[in-house]
Each structure stands twice: as structure tokens, then as C-alpha cells.
């Protein structure tokens, strides 16, 4: 049993809530050498470098009901905001 954040409607308990990312921010990730290491096909440890680059974080996410999720989803997928 929760609040939904976007709505404050009390849900039930046998509902799961859902994280609803409503901020996000860009983020720069820096190149990395030697980030991951594995082994390779003749079973010696080899190192891969991480490119790095941009993308998106979440900054911040709320948990809302089922109804305001799919409502949610579908206004940011025609670029609506509420
Ligand atoms: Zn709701």
C-alpha cells in the first residue's frame, strides 16, 4: 500500500508501484583505459577500454500508480508534459 506521488491517491496493496523518471539530465562519461578486464580465448587476463561518451541519468523518479504510469508514458511519447 502506497501514495502515488503524481496523483496522491492511496493504492491498493496487492498493486506494485512503478518508478516514473521525471527528471533526467545529461551526463558525460569520461573514456576510461583499462576499465574491464576478462579472459580471453588462451585463458590470459586482457584489458578493454571503456570509450566513453554522452547519455542521459536519471535525476529524479517517483513511484506512482499503474494508471499514471501508462498516462505518463504516453504524454512524454507525444511530448506532453503535465
Ligand atoms: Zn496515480
Given at each position: 500500500m502506497f501514495i502515488g506521488k503524481n496523483c496522491n491517491k492511496q493504492?491498493?496493496?496487492?498493486?506494485?508501484?512503478?518508478?516514473?523518471?521525471?527528471?533526467?539530465r545529461l551526463k558525460q562519461y569520461p573514456k576510461r583505459l583499462a576499465a574491464n578486464t576478462f579472459k580471453g580465448r588462451d585463458a590470459k587476463l586482457k584489458c578493454s577500454d571503456e570509450p566513453g561518451g554522452t547519455g542521459l541519468e536519471i535525476a529524479k523518479e517517483m513511484g506512482v500508480c499503474k494508471s499514471c504510469y501508462d498516462l505518463l508514458e504516453a504524454c512524454q511519447n507525444i511530448n506532453i508534459s503535465l
Open positions: 493504492v491498493h496493496s496487492n498493486q506494485p508501484s512503478f518508478l516514473y523518471p521525471f527528471k533526467k
